[in-house]
């Protein structure tokens, strides 16, 4: 019964894999967003980031 | 036979022949129908020549203690395993391992036409024993039978306490026998010499609850206590063959990771140097760069930076932005690298380069918006980015491989566990075969 669950379960894992790659999927935290200005390219700073209040490293050990 | 006593097979009814003990004069019930060699009287324990018209007493014995009643009354009658049987007879053994007691319990069923079986319980653990046919062969490690091999699992010295009712051989308080099980779960093979005759039995283990519904017995069995010796393993599966299946699941995966990453187009877009100028930067920092395509089906776009930081840092903020639709991927890379001496020696942290993988990107043109933060102390300092579309994202290969491997480790770890438990009760508990095999100096 669990051999034929995971043999089943198994060919999941893998076609899901195959499917997420073929998808383009990535394991990195993108923040999307719609409808941003085509002015942005005329005028970049008319656009903020949301990663633009990141508190910076400046340390060392 | 009692109302509401489900009848015994086939034709002719039986019936119990009636006697009266000539110790102490009460009433003797004898149930097999001449197949017993000895009869208890329960009235004063003297055990009886079933064979002896006259019931001539064979033994007496003193009743160590009160509370030894059978779970299973004796005459009662159920179908177990689709043959009615009747309990005629009923004894408690024991045996001592390390200083320590254990008891289990015997029953004796009965049917006319079948003849003689038994059940045997130990802490809620109930077997279905019968005589074997055959002679098992027995070796060191274990015993043949029927072409099944079953593994040595203890040899002890069992004593017979206490007996009640009807048994087909010479039954004696106090006898002592010397019995070696052998275990191929759910079976379990016996043998039990007596002077100088063996007696093999097989048994099959079965669960209390059959009992109680075989013999349509009032209430709960009792809890089984424990994992007994033929207690066929809740995971009921070839752990072997599931790791043989996780190594091909792997193999697969492996194949696929190389397949995705030849098919890949791997396509460099962009590849631009720039060079942050904190006077020139005074006002406005941020940028576009140049438009370029992604083409094909939705997939991946890498973007590498690399920086030549030396204890500073850069931080860019990233917009991957679709010029027709407005669509935006953001997202902020920091480099830092610092190094440096203390008195534990050299030291460094953080990198020069960075790469990120932006998931499902749709084909179209695209620009990248990027807004440079620099350390304060860092005047200028340049930075290379590079945009390469449709590689392979690695960490889902990680992730199915971990999704894979989970449910082998629990199942490989409760199959261990319970074997673990099954033979730390026998001869050869697992810590000895861990132990003792090499020597300590």
């Not at chain 2, 720039?274 to 395509?293: C, G, H, P, Q, W």
Request: proline fraction near 7%; hydrophobic fraction near 35%; include cysteine.
């Amino acid at each position: 019964m669990f051999r034929k669950f995971y043999l089943l379960y198994g060919f999941l894992v893998l076609g899901t894999a195959a499917f997420g790659q073929y998808r383009g999927w990535s394991l990195a935290t993108i923040n999307q967003l719609k409808n941003v200005p085509k002015s942005v390219r005329d005028n970049p700073g008319s656009y903020r980031s949301v990663y633009g209040f990141y508190h910076h490293y400046t340390g060392g050990k | 036979m009692s109302a509401g006593t489900p009848p015994l097979s086939g034709p002719p009814k039986p019936q119990a022949k009636a006697l009266n003990c000539p110790k102490c004069g009460a009433a003797i019930v004898l149930r097999s129908f001449g197949q017993a060699e000895t009869v208890v009287c329960a009235s004063c324990h003297s055990i009886l020549d079933a064979k002896d018209p006259n019931l001539a007493i064979l033994q007496q014995f003193e009743i160590k203690t009160s509370d030894i009643k059978p779970l299973i009354p004796l005459g009662t009658r159920g179908k177990l395993r689709g043959t009615d049987y009747e309990v005629i007879g009923f004894q408690r053994r024991s045996t001592q391992v390390d200083g320590i007691t254990y008891y289990w319990h015997e029953y004796v069923l009965f049917n006319p036409y079948k003849g003689i079986r038994y059940l045997s319980e130990y802490n809620g653990h109930w077997n279905d024993i019968s005589i074997c046919k055959t002679l098992p062969v027995a070796d060191f490690g274990g015993a043949n039978y029927l072409g099944e091999t079953y593994k040595h699992f203890q040899s002890a010295e069992a004593d017979t306490d206490f007996v009640l009712g009807e048994f087909p051989w010479q039954v004696r308080v106090g006898e002592k026998a010397a019995v070696t099980d052998y275990v191929h779960p759910p079976r379990v093979l016996s043998s039990e010499k007596l002077d100088k005759e063996v007696t093999w039995s097989i048994g099959e283990y079965m669960y209390g609850r059959e009992i109680w519904d075989s013999f349509k017995l009032p209430g709960a069995p009792p809890e089984p206590m424990g994992v007994y010796e033929n207690q066929p393993s809740p995971v009921a599966v070839n752990v072997n063959g599931i790791w043989v299946t996780f190594i091909a699941f792997t193999v697969f995966l492996l194949a696929l990771m190389a397949g995705f990453d030849m098919r890949a187009k791997k396509q460099p877009v962009l590849h631009e140097t720039y060079l942050y100028n904190r006077a020139d930067s005074k006002n406005e920092a941020s940028f576009v760069t140049n438009i370029f395509e992604l083409t094909g089906h939705i997939s991946t776009v890498e973007v590498k930076t690399y920086a030549p930081v030396s204890n500073h840092w850069i931080y860019l903020n990233y917009a991957l932005i679709n010029q027709d639709t407005g669509q935006a991927w953001d997202f902020g890379r920091e480099l830092s690298y610092y190094y440096g001496y203390d008195s534990d020696g050299s030291w460094s942290e953080g990198k020069q380069n960075d790469v990120v993988v932006i998931p499902s990107i749709p084909s179209g043109y695209y620009y990248l918006r990027i807004e440079p933060e620099v350390d304060p102390a860092l005047p200028s300092i340049p930075y290379t980015v590079d945009v390469t579309h449709d590689v392979p994202a690695f960490g889902i290969y990680g992730i199915a491989f971990v999704a894979l491997l989970v449910p082998v480790v629990i199942i490989s770890f409760r199959a261990y566990t319970f074997e673990r438990s099954r033979w730390s009760e026998s001869d050869h508990p697992p810590m000895q075969l861990t132990s003792g095999s090499g020597d300590d100096e």
